[in-house]
């Protein structure tokens, strides 16, 4: 998604910090949705998958790819305003068999 910082380790320690605080919001965003979702009754193992896939705003092949910190504050945005009333568990469970390896 995004190219490694070309600043040394203790120059870039204060980005690479604002990065994974970027990081763990969007994945605290996803957990409450996916606790939300659960609470529902719909306990399947791909529901985060199904959540992330969703809101990613890295959907369409693109030449070019937004910075870093505009993709995860948009997924966090994208993950927030994620309406859970329209999920149903059919759909998880058909998306699932998509994203599962193939038999050998």
């Known amino acids: 998604m995004d ?9 870039g320690l204060g980005e690479r910090g604002d990065r994974a605080a970027l990081v763990r919001e969007a994945d605290e965003a996803l957990g409450v949705v996916v606790a939300k979702i659960k609470k529902r009754g ?3 193992p791909y529901v985060k998958n199904y959540v992330l896939a969703r809101t990613t705003p890295l959907t ?16 966090r945005e994208n993950v927030e ?9 059919d759909d998880i469970q058909r998306s699932s068999i998509m994203g599962a390896p193939a038999a050998e």
């Open 81 to 89: 305003a994620f309406d859970i009333a329209k999920v149903r568990y």
């Open 42 to 44: 719909i306990n399947h």
């Open 60 to 75: 369409r092949a693109r030449k070019t790819l937004p910075p870093f910190e505009q993709t995860f504050k948009k997924l």
């Open 3 to 11: 190219k490694f910082l070309k600043l040394t380790l203790s120059k």
